[in-house]
């Protein structure tokens, strides 16, 4: 299944020059989120951050006992952040399937009848309504275990913005499968949220929707609060200067628990 071969980065989406992946499999899911754009501080950390999980298990980032050709290399090997490559791996092993992101929809198979071309063409005439959100600073914070990247203060742009996501692209949207519920509901949900995720496919959208860009496994207390002291000065530039929502990005996984890869990006209209 061939994945795209160039990226738009644009408002302009050139068929030409991207090679859409063909609808194989049921598996094939996609997503829309907002990412760093290439070269950022937030795309350099990403890299920085999720590159050794990427690299322990290209394809099957999830199951940490299948070992790549220089595990045993990596084992001996102190990763940029200070943390041993294999140990940096497993603690980023689920948010590296992802990357660094904020959920505008959360990841879906495509219904009967659509195709990737009627998204990218969705996602085109949807950035093109949008404009750029300013965020407050980001901060590292503790969400439910896990650590992330969350704004230091409530956006409400970025909360309609994600609503308005929901809604617009929710017809190329197949019903979630049993399972998928099943998986969601083993969380534990609130009335709200199922009705949520029975309406819309996923539990935390609309009042429950909260950014955040996930930066690790869920991990107990002590592991967490040493992988927060080394990843604060690595984020001293991300969290300084102010980012801001300006794309929005297409995203591809071929197969359950493969590396979601970038399909297209369209930056919003310039204030």
Same mark, same amino acid.
């Given at each position: %299944?061939? $994945?795209?071969?160039?990226?738009?980065?644009?408002?302009?989406?050139?068929?030409? &020059?991207?090679?859409? @992946?063909?609808?194989?499999?049921?598996?094939?899911?996609?997503?829309?989120?907002?990412?760093?754009?290439?070269?950022?501080?937030?795309?350099?950390?990403?890299?920085?951050?999720?590159?050794?999980?990427?690299?322990?298990?290209?394809?099957?980032?999830?199951?940490?006992?299948?070992?790549? @050709?220089?595990?045993? !290399?990596?084992?001996?090997?102190?990763?940029?952040?200070?943390?041993? #490559?294999?140990?940096?791996?497993?603690?980023?092993?689920?948010?590296? =399937?992802?990357?660094?992101?904020?959920?505008?929809?959360?990841?879906?198979?495509? *219904?009967?009848?659509?195709?990737?071309?009627?998204?990218? /063409? %969705? *996602?085109?005439?949807?950035? +093109?309504?949008?404009?750029?959100? +300013? #965020?407050?600073?980001? /901060?590292?914070?503790?969400?439910?275990?896990?650590?992330?990247?969350?704004?230091?203060?409530?956006?409400?742009?970025?909360?309609?913005?994600?609503?308005?996501? &929901?809604?617009?692209?929710? $017809?190329?949207?197949?019903?979630?499968?049993?399972?998928?519920?099943?998986?969601?509901?083993?969380?534990?949900?609130?009335?709200?949220?199922?009705?949520?995720?029975? +309406?819309?496919?996923?539990?935390? &959208?609309?009042?429950?929707?909260?950014?955040?860009?996930t930066l690790t496994n869920r991990l107990d207390r002590t592991c967490r609060d040493?992988?927060?002291?080394?990843? =604060?000065?690595?984020?001293?530039? &991300?969290t300084r200067e102010r980012q801001r929502m300006d794309a =929005?990005?297409?995203?591809?996984?071929?197969? @359950?628990?493969?590396?979601?890869?970038?399909?297209?990006?369209?930056?919003? !209209?310039?204030?």
């Amino acid at each position: %299944m061939p $994945a795209a071969a160039l990226t738009p980065t644009g408002s302009h989406l050139r068929e030409d &020059v991207v090679t859409l @992946p063909a609808q194989t499999s049921d598996a094939v899911r996609y997503a829309l989120y907002f990412t760093p754009p290439e070269g950022s501080a937030l795309a350099r950390f990403d890299t920085l951050w999720f590159d050794a999980a990427r690299a322990a298990c290209p394809s099957h980032p999830h199951d940490l006992r299948t070992r790549h @050709p220089e595990a045993a !290399r990596r084992d001996r090997t102190v990763s940029p952040v200070g943390l041993p #490559l294999n140990r940096q791996a497993a603690i980023t092993a689920a948010p590296a =399937i992802y990357g660094l992101h904020v959920t505008l929809k959360a990841p879906f198979m495509l *219904a009967t009848g659509r195709t990737p071309t009627h998204l990218l /063409r %969705m *996602a085109q005439r949807f950035a +093109q309504r949008c404009r750029p959100v +300013q #965020l407050p600073h980001l /901060r590292l914070s503790e969400l439910d275990g896990f650590l992330a990247l969350r704004t230091s203060s409530e956006c409400p742009g970025a909360a309609v913005l994600a609503a308005s996501c &929901v809604r617009s692209f929710d $017809a190329l949207r197949a019903p979630s499968s049993a399972a998928e519920r099943a998986r969601r509901r083993a969380h534990g949900l609130t009335r709200r949220q199922e009705a949520l995720l029975s +309406q819309w496919g996923y539990p935390y &959208v609309f009042d429950e929707w909260r950014f955040h860009m996930t930066l690790t496994n869920r991990l107990d207390r002590t592991c967490r609060d040493e992988v927060a002291n080394r990843l =604060i000065p690595l984020l001293r530039t &991300v969290t300084r200067e102010r980012q801001r929502m300006d794309a =929005i990005t297409v995203l591809l996984q071929q197969h @359950p628990q493969q590396h979601f890869r970038t399909l297209a990006r369209f930056t919003f !209209r310039q204030l």
